[in-house]
């Protein structure tokens, strides 16, 4: 991965303990320069024990960045010197945003259309992780719909920008989309 012309962005989707984020890890691991972007915070007990546990099944090798509004600025600050950059995950950036934004849904967008330019902007694979939620349970407040509605709109502007989508299903790789390429 670290030839320029092996260059790929991969979206990784799935829902709760699919297996994403350890297949994620699994892709970039590929690469010899691994750069983490970090988009949780730790603000209860469940949150720090899956930050512990994240951070316990990724090699220590690994540059970490937390960013849990900054991840498009990261990538362009520091994408350029890694082979490959996780991004784990846009499900949890996008509520950092609708808490930043008010919920605004024009600025949450906008924010990841600037994403999806970075993606576009840097020399770095970039294997992105995200929850598949509109499969799931009807939210019951209106708070938990807006949320549900803009994750899938901002995975659907990532989708359009990556090179591969990857669904995860059970711990099983579904390829939703991939390079034309792979299809010759």
Known sequence: ??????????????????GKSRYAQELASRGQRVAMIATAEACDDDMRQRIARHRAERPVNWTTFEAPLAVEDTLLEYGNQFDVVLVDCLTVWTANIMQAEASDERRILARAGRLAEALRSISASVVLVSNEVGSGIHPTTEIGCAYRDLLGFVNQRIAAAADEVILLVAGCPLIIKQPVEALA
């Open 1 to 18: 991965m670290s030839e320029r012309s092996a260059r790929r962005v991969t979206l990784v989707l799935g829902g709760v303990r699919s």
